[in-house]
């Protein structure tokens, strides 16, 4: 399939999946692709994606997507995320927490990347916290803290990530038992 093509099936799953999504090559070598599959944590759903050169932008969300919650993790290599107006770098295991009623653009290098992206009702995160809203558009290192502990639950759900059975999987099972 040519590059054009690729990418247009690429562009036409995200407009079925949400509705709105605009994606154009970000280089010339004819490196852009990019594919999603289903992916779901129990209630929330998701998708695994796999993208190099390109950058998809949408608008804010409607219909069933209004008021979602959708984090980002890259589970392989670098992304960039326009959410908020701020310009987030995720690097593999990273995480942004993104807010459907705001636009947003991520764009892949030449490199690639294979993503997870899940949904979750905005109100789980004002039950949580307080000003819930805060939370978006950050950077949220997936090798620290509790954005470690988050990543690697995350990473289950990767079924083609090649650290499953990690030891971060292991003590976090550990501890949850």
Known sequence: MSEL???NQFE???RETYGAFDTEPIDTSGLSSGKMKPAAAGPFKGFQIQAQAVRSSRPA???HWTDRA???MSTYGDVVVR???REIGLSTNDLVLMDSREPCTIAVGDDGTRSLVLALPS???SQIRANSDNLFGHHIAGM???GRMLSAVLQSLDADDETEGSDDAIALSVTMS
């Open 83 to 85: 959410h908020y107006d």
């Open 61 to 63: 969300l409607s219909g």
């Open 5 to 7: 093509g690729a990418l």
């Open 12 to 14: 036409q799953s995200l």
């Open 123 to 125: 109100d789980m995160l």
């Open 144 to 146: 620290r803290g509790a």
């Open 70 to 72: 959708f984090i980002l």
